[in-house]
């Protein structure tokens, strides 16, 4: 079993930053590829980033690409999402998630995903 945290959500204005934590407690961090979702009202969750368990391996949503980055500390046990240049379309509810089957392959969907914080809400003010 593991337990997620998530940290850092806010008020932020247009091409402002925000970083996002997620605290891990349970078993082996690094035995789980991490991911970072959101949602938005009225929509469906979708994967925002993702990386492996060693760090080596990430993955960005389109939407996303060259603005925010994911990174992992696993002697903290910690995931981040630092996110800059934000938009008022990246207003939502951020998730973290860990996938528990695979370590170094990266999934993108929720369902591959075990174990879920309880999320942190970004607004992005025009």
């Known amino acids: 079993q593991v337990q997620l945290v998530e940290s850092g959500g806010g008020l932020v204005q247009a091409g402002g930053s925000l970083r996002l934590s997620c605290a891990a407690s349970g078993r082996t961090f690094s035995n789980y590829a991490m991911g970072w979702f959101r949602q938005a009202p009225g929509k469906e969750r979708e994967v925002v980033a993702a990386?492996?368990?060693?760090?080596?391996?990430?993955y960005y949503a389109d939407s996303v690409k060259g603005r925010f980055t994911i990174s992992r500390d696993n002697a903290k046990n910690t995931v981040y999402l630092q996110m800059n240049s934000l938009k008022p379309e990246d207003t939502a509810v951020y998730y973290c998630?860990?996938?528990?089957?695979?370590?170094?392959?990266?999934?993108?969907?929720?369902?591959?995903?075990?174990?879920w914080g309880q999320g942190t809400q970004v607004t992005v003010s025009s």
């Open positions: 990386v492996s368990g060693s760090g080596r391996s990430t």
């Open positions: 998630a860990a996938d528990r089957t695979y370590i170094e392959y990266i999934r993108k969907q929720t369902y591959d995903y075990d174990y």
